[in-house]
């Protein structure tokens, strides 16, 4: 299926090297899950950032990840939001915004 | 010496050739290119760079000729220091995101562009009639002084979901505020975002909310 939107399909580099480092990233961190939501994830859309959200259990767990996602937002518009489980389930976010997990995209 | 965005200029001219507007793009230099669009009456200066903390310092080693229009920074929800507000506003020039950008083509409106939400509050601030002077600190605070009342200084967090992460990440960059401003209308603040604010002792209010309270001490 092809989830991304124009953006991804006019750069081979975001598509061969943004997925798998945040694929990795979401298979290392055992309670953080990654996603990605957005017009990236419609085809044919002009895409201006790359939306990602970031669920987590405890906030401390969130330096590891804040610095790669860094690292990474320094080469592609990044919108990161940054969401507790509890916060995750109160606005119902991954199914209102039909947000993809990062892990299951790349499989 | 080399900067490491470097590759900004050229990665701009490929990506804005996706907006409608847009006719050409040409590389002038690792940090600079020229832009040709409908609607704008000649081609116009954009210096490109990827950087999180922007000071007038980094602007000063792109801002290379007064004929630049424009800076494009890449890193999205970067920080946009009180120095690099006012090499802005002086020079004039505009800077911001690749949203930013688009915008500013649309509006025809490149070196005195300002985000929408950021024209709103200033405006609605300097129309209160407690209010003497806002300043802004960083792309996302204002100092407003009043008259016969203390100094405010207002933190805009313009999340649709407000999340605690915002809240604490909000103070982190952008300093301690007197009070947290959702600039988004239709904001809905988590549970845990209020207490993350409440724990620093800070108010979450709405646009409305705010206006009220510039007139109490």
Not at chain 2, 61 to 85: G, M, P, Q, V, W
Request: glycine letters at 4%; a negative charge; proline letters at 3%.
């Amino acid at each position: 299926m092809n989830y991304w939107g124009r953006y991804i399909v006019h750069s081979d580099t975001v598509k061969t090297f943004l997925l798998p480092a945040l694929s990795s990233l979401d298979a290392e961190i055992s309670r953080v899950k990654l996603y990605i939501f957005g017009s990236i994830l419609q085809p044919d859309s002009i895409v201006n950032d790359i939306d990602i959200l970031v669920v987590y259990e405890f906030s401390s767990e969130l330096d590891r990840i804040r610095y790669a996602l860094d690292i990474v937002s320094h080469r592609f518009p990044m919108h990161i939001t940054y969401m507790s489980t509890a916060e995750e389930t109160q606005f119902d976010f991954v199914r209102q915004q039909h947000a993809k997990r990062v892990c299951e995209m790349s499989a | 010496m080399t900067r490491t965005d470097n590759w900004t200029a050229g990665w701009a001219c490929d990506k804005l050739l996706h907006h409608d507007k847009v006719i050409a793009t040409k590389v002038r230099n690792d940090n600079l290119l020229e832009l040709e669009a409908n609607g704008l009456e000649y081609n116009v200066e954009i210096a490109t760079m990827s950087v999180a903390n922007v000071t007038a310092f980094e602007i000063g080693e792109i801002y290379t000729s007064n004929s630049i229009e424009f800076i494009l920074n890449i890193k999205a929800d970067a920080y946009y220091d009180r120095t690099a507000i006012y090499f802005s506003e002086q020079t004039p020039v505009g800077i911001g995101g690749v949203s930013d950008l688009y915008r500013a083509i649309t509006g025809r409106e490149l070196r005195t562009y300002l985000p929408e939400e950021t024209k709103f509050i200033l405006r609605g601030l300097r129309q209160h009639s407690k209010v003497t002077s806002v300043t802004r600190a960083n792309n996302r605070t204002y100092q407003i002084t009043r008259n016969n009342h203390d100094p405010v200084t207002v933190l805009a967090l313009n999340e649709y979901d407000l999340t605690a992460e915002a809240v604490r990440q909000g103070i982190e960059r952008f300093g301690i505020p007197s009070l947290i401003l959702t600039s988004n209308p239709n904001c809905h603040p988590s549970t845990e975002a209020l207490r993350a604010a409440s724990n620093s002792g800070l108010s979450v209010l709405s646009w409305g909310e705010l206006l009220g309270s510039l007139h109490r001490a």
